[in-house]
């Protein structure tokens, strides 16, 4: 059965650090490109960052560049989201996917066939 399962979200401080996690089951996640996403209430759901499958390229929104790294972990066949130096403005529900894009990783949530159910992130004092 496939599943995409995110943990390691919570309430943190203004700048502080949180780093969610994503799991795969039924499949290798370096196989696929893997995306990062968050969707604050009311608002539309934005692409934070990505990585290309097999040690490829990752990318960032610019709003979080210099903040917030992603990595992987494919002897536990994770993806981890290390995000530092929070904002409240980064408060959302944030969300992994999978995608087989042809030209690579991307933060554009149509190229993503295949979403986890989401952890909350808040940042607040």
């Known amino acids: 059965q496939l599943q995409l399962v995110e943990s390691g979200g919570g309430l943190v401080q203004p700048g502080g650090s949180l780093r969610p996690s994503c799991a795969a089951s039924?499949?290798?996640?370096?196989?696929?490109?893997i995306g990062w996403f968050r969707q604050a209430p009311g608002k539309e759901r934005e692409g934070v960052s990505c990585?290309?499958?097999?040690?490829?390229?990752?990318d960032y929104a610019d709003s979080v560049k210099g903040r917030f790294a992603i990595s992987r972990d494919n002897a536990k066949n994770t993806v981890s989201l290390q995000m530092n130096s929070l904002k409240p403005a980064a408060t959302a529900v944030y969300y992994c996917?999978?995608?087989?894009?042809?030209?690579?990783?991307?933060?554009?949530?149509?190229?993503?066939?295949?979403w986890g159910q989401g952890t909350q992130v808040t940042v607040s004092s």
């Open positions: 990585i290309a499958n097999r040690g490829g390229s990752t």
């Open positions: 996917a999978r995608s087989r894009w042809l030209y690579g990783c991307s933060l554009a949530s149509h190229r993503y066939d295949y």
């Open positions: 039924g499949f290798t996640l370096d196989n696929y490109h």
